[in-house]
Nanobody, 127 residues
């Protein structure tokens, strides 16, 4: 069973940056497409950004375009989410998820297509 571990969350001031990491043990993360999702209290889960197995395709939610960058280093078995210009609306628990199945680019961030989920890391943007 693939186990994903997120790290890098924390408290940051508005306008600040954080970099989240998603790693896996005993599995080759390069065999999976990876997505970052988030859920704030009282809100539905949102697909933030997703990346294909080789990093050739990426997708972003409109709310984070131009501010967040997803990347992966398969040699380090890690996927990153660089988050810049953070604001209060970015406050949420962030989860990484993995899937083996292939999808169309427009479906890359559909949560129901992901089979394995991490435990999440809290991101709080506040002054």
């Amino acid at each position: 069973q693939l186990q994903l571990v997120e790290s890098g969350g924390g408290l940051v001031q508005p306008g600040g940056s954080l970099r989240l990491s998603c790693s896996a043990s005993w599995h080759i993360l390069g065999d999976y497409s990876i997505g970052w999702f988030r859920q704030a209290p009282g809100k539905e889960r949102e697909g933030v950004s997703c990346i294909s197995r080789n990093g050739g395709s990426t997708k972003y939610a409109d709310s984070v375009k131009g501010r967040f960058i997803i990347s992966r280093d398969n040699a380090k078995n890690t996927v990153y989410l660089q988050m810049n210009s953070l604001n209060a609306e970015d406050t949420a628990v962030y989860y990484c998820a993995a899937r083996r199945r292939m999808t169309l680019v427009q479906d890359m961030c559909k949560a129901e297509l992901y089979d394995n989920w991490g435990q999440g890391t809290q991101v709080t943007v506040s002054s």
